[in-house]
């Protein structure tokens, strides 16, 4: 008897027989019994579904130390799909919320297709079906999502993804907005920066308006706003930093935008509006006083939908430190004030001058003559000090008695007398310690522009002595009461010039400087805004202090490296677009891709 005849032999021998053994030969077939399939998640979703939760490849598992969860992707939505993308598989009661984090072709039938005749033939005329292939997405689980206070959406929380999803359960894609932010910890209200998105697409929702803002915390729920825990834009030219920087900035200078800080006279708490103080080497940051022309009545209907602050900040002034030979004719509009550094500064900022490169002898040796210099009755000015090292008399005491050696003194001499320092300090205008109340003053943006200078050390000298008046008087308890008493946002372009890595004793004062005022900016109200292009350049004590980290297009890899982002974010860096950019907030969120504005909220040219 051959197969055949034994199937159906078997068939009627069997309660299978009782349905065929009329006319068995005639069909083939077989009919099956019929089930019920038991329904655990809303049917109404599934035309939206990616797909499925499917063990047919990989066992599906949820451990403490990782996961494995795959979904096999319908042939409609397989072009839709991208790695990161955002997913929901409910559980009935609650969601998981996860991302696509591998997507992977297998063939749904045994082929060789790595074979020369089979690459011929495709070659000619490429005849595959989506359907001869299995499309999978394997899932990283983010979390948990469910509401404490059942059927009140309000009440959405997360935890820890504890739970495994079902076989067969239905991959989402995420529409509610209140989903996407609790799954990925975002603030509902803060500082504005962006739009969430993956792969440089926009993620939207089926709210009004559909995308998902990114905002940074900004209120004293959970400790203080971030911007006392810093905050860092790192690009490589031309990728935004400062148009980004404008828009980030501006939403700071809301009327309603205030922070605690203690008053000096009776221990209390004020509630103020900050003041932002702008380093400014191109010449950019004056337009803050002016709106920007281009918004149009649509954009302004978007921004006030998502409470993003735009248009000119009229109280913004640029100061422009008064050197000679050198005027000011930029592009600002914002009401100008002059300014000079006095060489008193240098009482207790040696290193105002210790910048012309000197050695670790030259520098003991200029600490004493400064010491003896100060002590003297008198104007103490930069013309005063040269006349006195240079004074035969006042060199002798100090060589014969030993306090400096004869080359030490000589060369320490030639190289502060400068020309670049006679310029800067003390010129015909308002010494900078005479003008802290107008400078840092409750709801003003001050900027202050360097470009007009030609020589860079004196532009070095110029940005490091305001950065030097700031953060003194904020943390010296001796400090000036305006300034200890104003929440300040301290913004450095070009960070990497001035907190470098450095073995030098101008260096490290530098950064012993910084490195205090990050750590203790929290609770004096002091937040360091840095930006740069080499952020591998930035000293560690600074860099680690640094909370809040926005991750433009890098193509270096050293500066890629510095970041210290997980690797699936780390490769998409050198990719990221004009406008796009990864956020590294722990404090805030988890670490996400979003876009920036199109437009810039104030002028920028």
């Known amino acids: 008897m051959n197969d055949n005849s034994d199937l159906l032999a078997y068939a009627k021998n069997s309660s299978i027989g009782s349905d065929v053994q009329d006319a068995p030969e005639q069909t083939g077939n077989f009919d099956f019994e019929e ?50 993308t955002y997913v ?27 074979t020369e005749i089979h690459s011929r033939r495709m070659l000619k005329s490429n005849t595959t079906a989506e359907l001869d292939y299995k499309f999978l ?34 991959i989402l894609p995420v529409t509610e907005k209140l989903k996407i932010q609790t799954g990925l910890n975002i603030p509902r209200e803060g500082i504005f920066l962006g739009h969430l998105s993956v792969g440089g697409e926009v993620v939207r929702t089926l709210a009004s308006p559909p995308t998902v803002p990114y905002y940074l915390r900004n209120d004293y729920s959970m400790g203080d706003p971030l911007i ?13 930093k400062t148009f980004l920087t404008k828009n980030i900035l501006r939403q700071f200078m809301s009327p309603d935008n205030r922070y605690n800080v203690r008053d000096t006279g009776d221990g209390r708490k004020k509630n103020l509006r900050p003041c932002v103080v702008i380093m400014d080497p191109q010449d950019e940051y004056s337009q803050f006083l002016e709106d920007n022309p281009e918004i149009t009545s649509s954009d302004e209907h978007n921004m006030h939908s998502e409470d993003v602050e735009f248009g000119g900040v009229p109280s913004t002034k640029t100061f422009v430190a008064k050197v000679d030979g050198h005027s000011y004719n930029g592009r600002s509009r914002a009401q100008q004030v002059e ?51 240079s004074d035969e008399g006042v060199r002798g005491s100090y060589v014969d008695n030993g306090k400096v050696h004869e080359a030490s003194y000589d060369g320490l001499v030639r190289k502060v007398k400068n020309n670049s ?12 310690t005479e003008m802290l109340a107008d ?5 003003q943006v001050c900027v202050f522009p360097t470009e007009y200078i030609s020589s860079t050390r004196i532009r070095d000298l110029i940005t490091l002595t305001l950065m030097t008046v700031a953060v003194d008087n904020k943390l010296n308890t001796s400090g000036d009461t305006v300034v200890k008493e104003t929440p300040l946002i301290l913004v450095l372009d070009e960070a990497h010039r001035y907190l470098a890595r450095g073995s030098g004793e101008h260096s490290k004062r530098i950064i012993s400087k910084f490195a205090d005022a990050a750590r203790q900016g929290r609770k004096e109200g002091l937040g360091l805004f840095l930006i740069t292009q080499d952020p591998q350049d930035i000293d560690d004590t600074v860099f680690k202090q640094i909370n809040s980290r926005v991750i433009l297009n890098l193509s270096n890899d050293a500066a890629i490296s510095a970041m210290k ?33 199109s437009s810039c909220v104030v002028k920028h040219v």
């Open 35 to 84: 089930y019920s399939v038991e329904v655990t998640h809303d049917t109404s979703d599934v035309d939206a579904a990616f797909g499925i939760v499917t063990t047919g490849f990989e066992p599906l598992e949820v451990t403490e130390s990782g996961s494995k969860i795959t979904g096999y992707i319908t042939t409609s939505h397989r072009n839709v799909v991208r790695l990161g």
């Open 228 to 240: 006392f825990r810093h905050m860092l834009i790192c690009g490589s030219t031309g990728t935004g």
């Open 137 to 170: 997405a394997y899932l990283e689980p983010i979390c948990i999502l469910y509401e404490q206070s059942p059927g009140n959406e309000d009440s959405l929380t997360r935890r820890m993804a504890d739970r495994i999803p079902r076989p067969n359960t239905p």
């Open 439 to 443: 400078i840092f003053k409750e709801g």
């Open 565 to 597: 982002v997980k690797k699936e974010y780390e490769t998409r860096i050198p990719y990221l677009k004009k406008g796009q950019m990864i956020i590294q907030s722990p404090d805030n969120s988890d670490i996400v891709e979003i876009i920036g504005l």
């Open 339 to 389: 300014f000079t550094i006095p060489f008193e500064m240098v009482r207790n900022n040696s290193w105002l001058i210790a910048a012309a490169g000197l050695t670790e002898l030259q520098g003991i040796g200029l600490e004493l003559l400064l010491e003896d210099f100060f002590k003297r009755p008198g104007a103490h000015t930069y013309g005063g000090f040269i006349d006195h090292i």
């Open 88 to 114: 929901i598989v409910p559980y009935g009661d609650e969601n998981l919320f996860a991302r696509i984090w591998k997507l992977q072709y297998q063939q749904q039938f045994e082929v060789d297709d790595a």
């Open 421 to 432: 320092f006679k310029r800067v300090f003390d010129q015909p205008a308002t010494p900078i």
